[in-house]
């Protein structure tokens, strides 16, 4: 492994860096961050009895969250370029710590919101960080099985999250999901203060407030409006709407500035290079599915099943579990093949799964989830990276930072985008099935109607899905060379 990070770095021309534990350090940080995520999101029904608060106070500790990143992850670009790379992943995983941290003790809601943002900053710090690293380190030929790597840890600890919490939270209290995460999150901090290194110099251009206030105006409206509309079920709610016209004004204003600056602060050139728009596409292709998927199958298993939440972990765990053991082998055939027929054929399976996630039923069986959730989650870690990788493969170094910070701006905008039309839709599907039932009265009906929701909600994924497929004839692998 030493050899292999000597050799990675050589042709990086980077002689210093030592690879390996770099990778290792985002690794370990990233898997804590994504794990605690989920595994909150499952815990919300024991907050809102604990903390005696109502359903939609406790979704905002997931849109508080997702807020913050659609804030600070656009302005990602400009920091990596005025701070090291050894500042910004100290100062993330103190994020990290001191949100955790506040949230293991936290006696109310409101502590349990802030530490809610303070965890989200060392994200929205850590994760182009990440990226943007990778990018500097191993040359482009290598990428495929290093960033199949981080898919793995991108995929396997949300997948893990719930079933761990629901283990947790079946002997203790909510409290110790944070517990338990605190003292990985120090070791990683630790492990950094010795392993990482500087990998790039910053060059601290010029910074536009104009810009970063049009940005989070822009991003965050668009991220809370679809956020909020997916929570409430409400797209014609006030609120909704003032934020998602807001937010598409300010991002409006955001992208023509932007073009018109010589020096901007997120580059909007890197659209101009096919293939990252390719990959930018596909990364939002596969964060809706995803996503949405991820939301309604919890609800179908514990609503429609009515299973509990950590039989309904479990069933989701074998898939989650598959996609990252898949991640560094899809990568290792991206290295080999590049990204076409593996994109195609990974959305051919995606597009079967939810085909069949479309017609299940209450008497559909468990091990039919399992299956469908398997060949999703297997199609998906056919995509996702090698088309991310692949875009970015394109992009020249000075272009980098402004890459990963899109790639990153994009994905929780495609999430909350996904997550809201799919509630969205079930809850009108709910809502239709129990009009026009004559029987109002038998308790069967509600079951029934909400299974149909989550059939009708299934059919957001069908298309997008296949606008997917459509897309994925058009990738062309990027020409790497091997450096002498």
């Known amino acids: ?153 991108i995929m396997f600890a949300p997948a893990v999250g719930p079933t761990l919490s629901g283990l947790i939270l079946k002997n203790l209290t909510w409290h110790w999901i944070f517990w338990i995460s605190l003292p990985l999150l120090v070791m990683a901090l630790i492990f950094g203060l010795f392993f990482m290194q500087n990998v790039t110099t910053p060059t601290k251009p010029k910074i536009d407030l104009i810009s970063i206030v049009l940005s989070s105006i822009g991003f965050g409206g668009i991220v809370y409006g679809f956020s909020s509309a997916g929570e409430s079920g409400g797209w014609s709610s006030t609120p909704v709407i003032i934020a998602l016209v807001v937010g598409a004004i300010g991002l409006l204003l955001f992208v023509t500035r932007q073009l018109n600056m010589e020096k901007p602060m997120l580059n909007l050139k890197a659209f101009r290079y096919p293939m990252f728009s390719l990959g930018v596409l596909m990364v939002i292709v596969s964060m809706m599915v995803i996503l949405s998927s991820m939301i309604l199958l919890p609800l179908y298993l514990q609503t429609s099943l009515a299973l509990s939440t950590f039989a309904a972990g479990l069933l989701l765990l074998p898939g989650g579990v598959i996609n990252g053991l898949l991640s560094p082998v899809m990568g290792s055939l991206f290295d080999k093949f590049g990204p076409k027929w593996l994109v195609i054929s990974g959305l051919v399976i995606t597009l079967g799964s939810m085909l069949g996630f479309s017609r299940i039923t209450l008497d559909t069986t468990s091990g039919m989830i399992v299956i469908l959730h398997i060949l999703m989650m297997v199609g998906v870690s056919m995509v996702m990276m090698p088309a991310q990788t692949n875009g970015l493969n394109q992009l020249p170094k000075e272009l980098y930072p402004d890459g990963t910070a899109i790639m990153n701006t994009l994905q929780q905008v495609a999430g909350a985008i996904g997550t809201a039309v799919a509630i969205s839709i ?59």
């Open 426 to 484: 079930l809850s009108s599907g709910v809502q239709r099935y129990m009009e026009t039932t004559d029987d109002k009265t038998n308790p069967l009906n509600p079951l029934l109607a909400f299974t149909e929701g989550v059939q009708q909600a299934f059919l957001f994924a069908i298309i997008i899905t296949i606008v997917g497929l459509i897309i994925s004839f058009f990738i062309k692998r990027v020409k790497v060379y091997r450096e002498a």
């Open 1 to 153: 492994m030493a050899s292999e990070s000597q050799v990675t770095a050589s042709e990086s021309g980077l002689d210093h860096i030592k690879v390996t534990p770099v990778i290792i350090s985002f690794v370990v940080a990233g898997f804590i961050g994504l794990f605690s995520e989920t595994a909150l999101n499952m815990a919300l029904s024991h907050l809102i009895h604990s903390l005696g608060i109502h359903e939609t106070t406790a979704q905002w500790l997931t849109t508080g969250y997702l807020l913050t990143l659609g804030i600070l992850v656009p302005v990602s670009g400009i920091i990596l370029q005025w701070f090291t790379t050894r500042q910004l992943f100290i100062t993330s995983l103190i994020f990290s710590i001191v949100g955790t941290f506040i949230a293991a003790i936290a006696p109310a809601f409101s502590v349990l919101m802030i530490a809610r943002v303070v965890q989200a900053l060392g994200t929205a710090l850590l994760l182009p960080l990440m990226f943007n690293t990778i990018l500097f380190i191993v040359p482009p030929y290598k990428r495929g099985k290093i960033m199949g790597i981080i898919g793995l840890v």
